[in-house]
């Protein structure tokens, strides 16, 4: 009788049901292992068509030979890099760019080291609204900097110089850089800095040896973010330089374009010379970017 009882009082346990497969233990279940293959690369494969037909059509125009309408470049001609390389100029407007770009990179990133360990490691009365004004210069456009800046350098006579579009591109990459550094600062442990103070350095000899070597990747993630940007920017470089042997590849790229007509296989060319640079060095940084970036996501 007794065991009858405890029969009845068991809670019943629903047989397992034959039609659903065995799970693993810790492995839930995805929509996407639910939906087709098709379903996933076909979307893939649209966006990469939309992505490479662009690219390869550049190239056709660029290899193939002048007045051909073949959509194969064959037989390939370098004759518009040649063009463009040595009548066009652009062996100096790629110079005068690479030395913009490397320039503005350090400059950028010395400044917003400086800057951003302050706003990390320090308290003042004015640093939210200092973080605010920041976050609002990323509103203002290039083009409303272009009368105080020209004032400026016009009065200090630096027009028609490679250093005054250094200077602007540092000021307009700085707001951005310098609140990224400091997320990156902040994310490392400010007892390291006080542990190399015990052991005897000062402050700027621990910041070196202890917390520098940890912002490599969000250094380089600021630095190509600099260069990339003053390498592709137009603005500056054709309003502060007038003389043709101080211009730099945008501006190149722009007087390839005539009212009359446009040489599209010179364009071309000028393209890829202008977009290699930028994409080889991507294709080296591509690690430490992407470890920057969400290094400075991450809360500490």
Not at 130 to 156: D, K, R, T
Not at 187 to 195: M, R
Not at 253 to 264: F, G, H, P, R, Y
Request: proline share 7%.
């Amino acid at each position: 009788m007794i065991t009858k009882d405890i029969d009845t009082l068991a809670p019943a346990v629903p047989a397992p049901v034959a039609d659903e497969p065995p799970r693993r233990p810790g492995k839930r279940r995805r929509a996407w292992d639910e939906a087709p293959r098709w379903q996933i690369y076909l979307p893939l494969g649209v966006y990469l068509v939309f992505t490479l037909v662009p690219f390869y059509w550049i190239l056709l125009f660029a290899l193939r030979e002048p007045g051909s309408t073949s959509l194969v470049p064959w037989p390939m001609t370098l004759e518009h890099f040649d063009k463009v390389w040595n009548d066009r100029s652009f062996g100096t407007y790629f110079e005068n760019s690479v030395y913009v770009g490397v320039a503005t990179l350090f400059m950028t990133t010395i400044v917003a080291l400086a800057g951003g360990y302050a706003l990390a490691r320090f308290d003042f009365r004015i640093k939210r609204a200092f973080m605010l004004a920041l976050l609002c210069s990323q509103f203002v456009p290039g083009a409303l900097l272009l009368v105080p800046l020209f004032q400026i350098f016009a009065e200090l006579r630096m027009i028609n110089s490679l250093g005054s579009v250094i200077i602007a591109e540092t000021v307009f990459q700085l707001p951005l850089s310098m609140i990224l550094i400091s997320g990156f600062i902040r994310n490392v442990p400010y007892s390291l800095e006080e542990a190399a103070w015990v052991d005897g350095c000062n402050r700027f000899t621990g910041f070196r040896v202890v917390v520098l070597p940890l912002l490599r990747p969000g250094l380089i993630a600021v630095g190509s973010f600099a260069f990339v940007h003053s390498w592709n920017h137009f603005l500056f470089a054709l309003m502060f330089l007038s003389n043709q042997e101080k211009q730099t590849i945008p501006v190149g790229l722009n007087s390839l374009m005539s009212a009359d007509s446009v040489d599209l296989g010179a364009l071309a060319a000028g393209g890829i010379i202008a977009a290699v640079p930028v994409v080889i060095v991507f294709a080296f940084i591509q690690k430490w970017l992407i470890t920057g970036f969400s290094a400075g996501a991450v809360k500490g």
